[in-house]
């Protein structure tokens, strides 16, 4: 139903429905919140960034339904979607404002015998990063499934011999499924929050 929210549906009418309504406000204050950390040269970006959060969040929640796959917890599709992104976001930079975004792999004020040993770890830091990205998402998500899929095994087992004990795993089943939810939603978020924050980097 969530994602639902952020799909708008296109009216006709000069007095729209309160779906309609709903649906602005939820895009408004999604786009609001993802182009805070940018300045109006990043705002450019910001159908590129929704479109993506939409994406990952319905790839998450919908990977929560029984006898589904979940694209988002393979590391490769993480990856794809993340390099390419990461890489626009530096070549970007690198573009308008290199000596900028080359002044960023050496912090002002290092000592001089540090200068060396500085550039390699924020070079390092800085090509990790769309690894960092791909891996978040991934092990967050795996790991919730593999909760899901081990009490939901668990449930099954014991329902039969020890019911009452069943009834509570059953009670964790339900409560660890809310909190998938919400690792859903919150994950697609904090993967496009991110991207805009290395996007700022470099505009």
Same mark, same amino acid.
């Given at each position: 139903i969530f994602p639902a929210l952020l799909i708008p549906s296109p009216s006709n009418r000069w007095i729209t429905s309160r779906l309609s309504t709903l649906q602005l406000w939820s895009i408004n204050l999604i786009t609001k919140q993802l182009m805070t950390p940018l300045n109006k040269k990043g705002h450019?970006?910001?159908?590129?960034?929704?479109?993506?959060m939409i994406f990952l969040l319905l790839i998450n929640l919908l990977g929560l +339904?029984?006898? %589904?796959? &979940?694209?988002t917890t393979q590391l490769s599709m993480n990856l794809a979607l993340a390099f390419p992104l990461w890489l626009a976001t530096l070549l970007t930079g690198l573009r308008n404002q290199p000596s900028i975004?080359?002044?960023?792999l050496l912090p002002e004020g290092t000592p001089t015998l540090l200068i060396p040993a500085l550039i390699?770890?924020?070079?390092?830091?800085?090509?990790?990063?769309?690894?960092?990205?791909g891996v978040r998402l991934t092990a967050n998500l795996t790991a919730g499934h593999l909760l899901i899929q +081990?009490?939901? %095994?668990? &449930?099954v087992a014991l329902f039969s011999t020890m019911p009452m004990v069943s009834l509570l795993t059953l009670?964790?089943?339900?409560?660890?499924?809310?909190?998938e939810v919400a690792v859903?939603?919150?994950q697609a978020y904090v993967f496009?929050?991110?991207l805009s924050l290395y996007l700022q980097e470099n505009i």
């Amino acid at each position: 139903i969530f994602p639902a929210l952020l799909i708008p549906s296109p009216s006709n009418r000069w007095i729209t429905s309160r779906l309609s309504t709903l649906q602005l406000w939820s895009i408004n204050l999604i786009t609001k919140q993802l182009m805070t950390p940018l300045n109006k040269k990043g705002h450019k970006w910001a159908l590129i960034l929704t479109s993506l959060m939409i994406f990952l969040l319905l790839i998450n929640l919908l990977g929560l +339904l029984p006898y %589904t796959f &979940t694209p988002t917890t393979q590391l490769s599709m993480n990856l794809a979607l993340a390099f390419p992104l990461w890489l626009a976001t530096l070549l970007t930079g690198l573009r308008n404002q290199p000596s900028i975004s080359l002044g960023h792999l050496l912090p002002e004020g290092t000592p001089t015998l540090l200068i060396p040993a500085l550039i390699l770890i924020e070079t390092t830091s800085l090509l990790i990063r769309p690894l960092a990205l791909g891996v978040r998402l991934t092990a967050n998500l795996t790991a919730g499934h593999l909760l899901i899929q +081990l009490i939901s %095994t668990a &449930t099954v087992a014991l329902f039969s011999t020890m019911p009452m004990v069943s009834l509570l795993t059953l009670l964790v089943l339900f409560l660890l499924t809310i909190l998938e939810v919400a690792v859903a939603m919150i994950q697609a978020y904090v993967f496009v929050l991110l991207l805009s924050l290395y996007l700022q980097e470099n505009i």
